[in-house]
């Protein structure tokens, strides 16, 4: 157990609905980066939130958006979903604003399937 | 554009001997890489990591070299075990700029086997 906790496991939803993933970042840690990996693709960082406020924004589509709650704990929901969307997400935290030296530690991800 | 690259997807290697996992980047911004090891079903874990003023990093068997002028890392596993077979993600960060984070590349397969 990494100590990131994301919810759910598995989700499977039709085209054009919205679904709201999970994350609850390893105690201590301010920092909680959301990342997407498709087929063949690797690990895809759509948004960073430091304490509450968004930090640095990747490839994050418009249909998508993120928040991070007073408790810590971050969402990041996804609308209008399409059958491309079909990924892993991955949500990381570290303890800082950046977390380069010593790396994010990763939950176990929330597989998600658009048919 | 992709920033870090890991242009071979898979290796397969015999179990004590040596695994070289490589990766290359363009931004001459990063300034700290790290490798991350990932096992199905499960999130990536960092594995090690190097700051741009060094150009070497070892722990146990892993050991992390980079080659700044030829924007060049690579990952040795001596020896390598079965337990090693994993996907193994490169990862780059621009330290001191601040709005990034970690760039990953697209990972190595690598299969180690008895």
């Known amino acids: 157990d990494s100590g990131v906790t994301q919810t759910p496991k598995h989700l499977i939803t039709a085209t054009g609905q919205r679904v709201t993933l999970r994350c609850s970042p390893r105690s201590g840690d301010l920092s909680v980066y959301w990342y997407q990996q498709s087929l063949d693709q690797g690990l895809q960082f759509l948004i960073q939130y430091y304490n509450g406020e968004e930090r640095a924004k990747g490839n994050i589509l418009e249909r998508f958006s993120a928040q991070q709650f007073p408790d810590l704990h971050s969402e990041l929901n996804l609308s209008s979903l399409e059958l491309g969307d079909s990924a892993l997400y991955f949500c990381?935290?570290?303890?800082?604003?950046?977390?380069?030296?010593?790396?994010?530690?990763f939950g176990s991800g929330t597989r998600l399937t658009v048919v | 554009d992709q920033q870090v690259k890991q242009n071979s997807p898979s290796l397969s290697v015999q179990e004590g001997r040596i695994s070289i996992l490589n990766c290359d980047y363009t931004n001459s911004m990063f300034d700290y890489f790290l490798w991350y090891k990932k096992y199905p079903a499960e999130g990536p874990t960092f594995l090690i990591s190097i700051s741009s003023i060094k150009d070497k990093n070892e722990d146990g068997r892993f050991t992390v070299f980079l080659n700044k002028s030829a924007k060049h890392l690579s990952l040795h596993i001596v020896p390598s075990q079965p337990g090693d077979s994993a996907v193994y993600f490169c990862a780059a960060s621009a330290y001191r700029q601040a709005g990034t984070a970690l760039i990953f590349g697209k990972g190595t397969t690598l299969s180690v086997s008895s």
């Open positions: 990381a935290s570290s303890a800082g604003g950046t977390g380069a030296s010593y790396g994010y530690t």
